[in-house]
């Protein structure tokens, strides 16, 4: 009997078809983010900061937990209600962040996130000062707030300093949506690779694996939703070019403050000679408790030694605006 000799592409194919292209939202990804924060914080260059973080990333969570089943169906059947067929059919992402008409939950679990914010202590007075005023801000102005952050073409915050807390009531909201059992069938988009497919969203950073099914694989994370996709190494998520054109930078002791660079071995930042950009990648292998938002974020001391390279980021941490110019 004849063998079928399968062809290198045709191997590759095969071997992706068994990569889970799409991981949805962790039911605790909100109290994981927070424990990693609280893990990276001690004798951090930004300890308080990454503190309050965490102490946003716990009220997230309690704020998820708490959306009754009921609740989630309505507001899950009211976003994916929205999407017209055509636009199903073409592949776009069926909870588009720029375009899905918000429930105005997103504004209550807003104002319960910075409620709690307010009772908690420690933290210092202009904290309780930023998330007061958003309580009491307007929802026409708040609308705009959240219009201004999720604009694909990357507008500037209207107000950098409440704009994580605007973020982190968005993420809820939409990782609740994400939690639907429609996300599970999504693919990565052939026409637009290094965004969300589940809400268009551009990722925060990506992600190695080390654990089964995906283990050795790179997956990029929305800074949105909390979904992950598949995308593969050695491939600039910005603009899409590979090969020489990638290379890996991380920070060494003398770079760094805080001589955090040990502790930062998990993180490195996959640069660009084509368009001049980067994104952090995170290996799961180096360190198990690698979390793209988080360690992004603690990883700030790395953006500084890319910003003084010539290097842009290719978008932002949701829990950190930067303003053009800073
Ligand atoms: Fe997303
Ligand atoms: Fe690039």
Request: aromatic share 4%; charged share 20%; with cysteine.
């Amino acid at each position: 009997m004849a063998q079928r000799i399968l062809e290198s592409g045709q191997i590759e194919t095969l071997e992706r078809r068994e990569i889970p292209r799409l991981i949805p939202p962790a039911a605790q990804v909100f109290g994981i983010r927070a424990r990693r924060l609280q893990a990276l914080a001690p004798g951090h260059a930004i300890e308080g900061y990454l503190q309050l973080m965490a102490r946003l990333c716990e009220a997230q969570q309690q704020a998820l937990d708490g959306l009754s089943p009921a609740v989630l169906a309505d507001l899950r059947e009211q976003a994916f209600g929205q999407r017209p067929a055509a636009a199903a059919e073409a592949g776009m992402p069926p909870l588009l962040a720029g375009d899905l008409q918000r429930d105005p939950i997103w504004r209550e679990i807003l104002r319960t996130l910075c409620r709690k914010l307010g009772d908690a202590t420690g933290f210092p007075e202009p904290v309780a000062a930023i998330v007061g005023e958003l309580v009491g801000t307007e929802d026409v102005e708040l609308e705009a707030q959240a219009d201004a952050l999720l604009d694909s073409a990357g507008a500037e915050p209207r107000n950098a300093a409440s704009a994580p807390f605007v973020m982190a009531a968005l993420q809820v909201y939409w990782t609740a949506l994400a939690g639907d059992e429609r996300i599970h069938a999504l693919h990565p988009m052939a026409d637009a690779p290094g965004l969300c497919p589940a809400c268009g969203s551009a990722p925060v950073a990506s992600q190695v694996h080390a654990r089964a099914p995906h283990a050795g694989h790179r997956y990029l994370a929305c800074a949105l939703c909390s979904c992950q996709w598949h995308f593969v190494r050695v491939q600039c998520s910005r603009c899409g070019a590979m090969g020489k054109d990638i290379a890996y930078q991380t920070l060494t002791d003398a770079e760094s403050e805080d001589n955090s660079a040990a502790r930062e071995a998990g993180v490195r930042a996959e640069t660009c000679e084509a368009c001049h950009g980067y994104r952090k990648i995170l290996y799961e292998e180096k360190d198990h408790g690698v979390e793209p938002v988080a360690d992004d974020l603690a990883s700030l001391a790395l953006d500084l030694l890319l910003g003084e390279l010539g290097y842009a980021r290719a978008s932002q941490n949701p829990l950190l605006w930067q303003l053009a110019g800073d």
